[in-house]
């Protein structure tokens, strides 16, 4: 939660009250909080990916970045690829950013070699030592446990999905468990503000003892924080296509990327089980962003209006 808040301060620098509700969401993101009675490599690789996007805006700010500074963000974007294989995702977005600043400075040749160059090489080797021992057993560096080469004793049969699953939505607010049967978004939705699919057990009556009368009538209410989220990202976007920042490409560029690496998963492996909100923990900053960010513009005008008083009462 301090790097979301870190990420928030650099974001927000001027602002308090973006950054505390930010942190509030990052805080009590019910996905944060069920998964923290679990043995998972997710936390993990979230804590890691949040310190990545942090590293990232704090180099964007400065004008020329230490050649450590893009060695601690390689073993850190490291670390996180070799946590979790979906952090591979941060990659695209990452070096988006970083190569949009270094174009609009018109960097140096020496420049992009000490920058983009040693978090490349710091990266590979604190990760690609992994990759390439999967590659010469399986014969590809990236083993889905889709694959039958994983070795997995489990079987189903081929699932399949329409293009309606993923403009479906609606099921997840009358029955949250279980909804991700319904469709790609009630499954994100309950999964994200609850935890729909009873910990993956198979018997309801074995399910974990939460509250589940709360947890089902927290559905409704979570629609405003993610009309809020909704709404921020749709301005950030808008605000890209007019004037596009490297804070952009990294926050866009991950939530973009991430998403799309959702719905890839699910058409590999079309089960209801595989429609996880926190298979994309590792955008918590741009979903926090989105949040705050939209909470900023409805107070925008207030803060407009104060100031337009101010100026008349200073000029009189």
């Not at 990420?7 to 923290?36: C, D, E, H, K, N």
């Not at 039958?148 to 999905?161: E, K, R, V």
């Not at 935890?195 to 074995?206: E, I, P, T």
Request: glycine letters at 8%.
């Amino acid at each position: 939660m301090f790097l979301v808040l870190l990420s928030l301060r650099l974001l927000f620098p001027t602002q308090i009250g973006p950054q505390l509700i930010g942190l509030v969401l990052a805080a009590f993101l019910p996905m944060q909080l069920y998964l923290a009675h679990f043995v998972t490599n997710e936390t993990l690789a979230a804590a890691l990916a949040a310190a990545v996007v942090y590293l990232s805006l704090r180099l964007l700010r400065v004008e020329n970045g230490s050649t450590s500074g893009y060695g601690l963000l390689g073993f850190v974007l490291g670390a996180a690829i070799l946590t979790k294989t979906t952090a591979v995702l941060l990659m695209p977005a990452l070096f988006a950013a970083l190569i949009s600043k270094l174009l609009m400075q018109r960097a140096a040749v020496a420049t992009w070699l000490r920058t983009l160059g040693v978090m490349q090489v710091v990266c590979f080797a604190v990760c690609g030592w992994y990759y390439i021992r999967i590659w010469l057993r399986f014969g590809t560096p990236f083993l889905g446990n889709w694959d039958p080469a994983a070795g997995f004793p489990w079987w189903q049969d081929l699932g399949y999905h329409t293009l309606a699953d993923y403009f479906r939505f609606g099921r997840s607010l009358s029955a949250p468990l279980f909804s991700g049967v319904a469709g790609f978004g009630d499954g994100i939705y309950s999964t994200l503000w609850g935890d729909a699919l009873c910990a993956g057990v198979s018997d309801v009556s074995a399910r974990l003892p939460w509250n589940y009368d709360l947890m089902v009538a927290g559905y409704l209410l979570a629609l405003a924080p993610t009309a809020m989220i909704i709404v921020g990202a749709t301005v950030a976007f808008g605000r890209c296509v007019r004037k596009p920042t490297a804070n952009d490409f990294l926050l866009l560029g991950l939530f973009g990327a991430v998403t799309l690496g959702l719905i890839f998963m699910t058409l590999k492996v079309a089960s209801y089980a595989q429609v996880k909100a926190f298979y994309g923990l590792s955008m918590l900053v741009p979903l926090c962003f989105f949040f705050s960010y939209s909470e900023s513009l409805a107070w925008h005008p207030v803060s407009i209006r104060t100031q337009v008083r101010c100026s008349r009462f200073r000029n009189r």
